[in-house]
Structure formats: C-alpha cells, structure tokens
C-alpha cells in the first residue's frame, strides 16, 4: 500500500476582483452560493471613477495641446534645435503620453467596475463586505469561484514512489474534516515532468474523487 499527502485542488478555478480601488456599491453573493457562468458578483460605485476618468481626459487634453504649440515653436529646425527647445519638446511629449496613458487607466477602472464569474461554480470565497465600503486596494475584494466537478487531490511522490503507479488506479482518500469516512477514486493525471521541493525530485500526481464532495472541503 502507498500512501501519499497532499492537498485539495481543482482545475476550473477563478480569483476575481476589481481592477481598482473604489466604494462597494453592490454584492450579489455570499460564500457557498452556485452562480452561473458570466454571473455578476459585485460591483463599484462607478460615480466617482468616471469623474477620475473624465479629469484625466482633460489632462490629457490640455497635456495634448501644450505638446502641440510646443512643436509647432520648433517645427522646420530639426537641424538646429538648441538644446533647450529639444528639452521643452520632450517634456511636453512626455507629459502628453503619460496623461494618455493615466487617462487610459481610468477608463479600465470603469470597464473593471463589476466583475462576473468567468465559469458555473460555487463560491469557495468571498469577502465579509456590504454595500458603502471602501476598499483602498481591490485584493481587499477577493473572490474565488470553483468548479466542483473538477476538485481533485493533489499529491507528490518521489522517484521511487512513482514508478508503482499508473493512470486510472484506484485508491482512496481521507481528509482530515471526515476523519471517519474515505472516499473513492482514481489517479487521474501523472506528471511526466519533475519538480524540485523541500524533499528533492518528486513528481504531481492528481487523485480524481468519484462521488461528490462535501461542501464543508475547502480547498
């Protein structure tokens, strides 16, 4: 008998949160609860991410056309601009791309306002926030959806451990949270490849569980 350790996984999994800061204007699920694909989650107060996107437009503007008036000043003497018209014009072309680009973020921020699941599942994860708070940095606002079906064990075993096993051999499971119960299933996937940890060359291996996982395993 091989007896491996490891922990819970699952291959169709998503971590989701917003593309910036901002003030929680809606939430549409708690942990546990199945959403479908392309669901919504959560959302931000998008008033004052478009007043943010708007002011950057105009910085981008007025950035825009200082750039201008600047190069019009120097237009003709590519073959004797001083040095200082040549600093003046940098500058103000960079000033210009970098309020392009400011204002580019802004517009992502709304565009990343609300956040949907990208796959059917459960959520594993969620946040103990409510509408009206402010989050200072969008990992504040994390949340993980998985799909249950595709939750396995994952393990490693070493060189001489790995040789003794093979695809579709079945085995059984135990979890700490069910001390008094195994569960049924079957190696589902053997890495070729190695990979180094603490205790040298070991090999992943994934242990497919046949019956359906209880909702209290985390992963």
Known sequence: ILTLSGQIDADTKATLRFGSAG????????????????????????????????????????????????????????????????????????????AFDSWHVAQR????????????????????????????????A??????????????TADQSEVILLSEKTAGDLSLDAFLNKKFDGYISRIAFTPKA?????VYEVDFKISEEIPSQVRL
Request: hydrophobic share 35%; proline share 3%.
């Open 23 to 98: 003030k929680i204007a809606w939430i549409n699920v708690k942990e546990g609860d199945m959403v479908k694909k392309w669901q919504g989650i959560a959302g931000l107060d998008t008033g004052d991410l478009k007043a943010a996107e708007t002011k950057a437009y105009y910085a981008y503007l007025a950035a825009d056309a200082n750039a201008k008036e600047i190069e019009d000043q120097v237009k003709g003497h590519d073959s004797d601009e001083t040095f200082a018209q040549k600093n003046d014009r940098v500058t103000a072309q960079t000033t210009r791309d970098t």
């Open 109 to 140: 921020a709304i565009q990343t306002a609300s956040i949907f699941s990208p796959i059917d599942g459960i959520v594993y994860t969620a946040p103990a926030l409510v509408a009206g708070t402010y989050i200072g940095s969008p990992t504040q």
């Open 142 to 155: 994390e949340y993980q959806v998985v799909d249950p079906s595709s939750i396995h064990f994952s393990a």
């Open 197 to 201: 940890d603490e205790v040298g060359t």
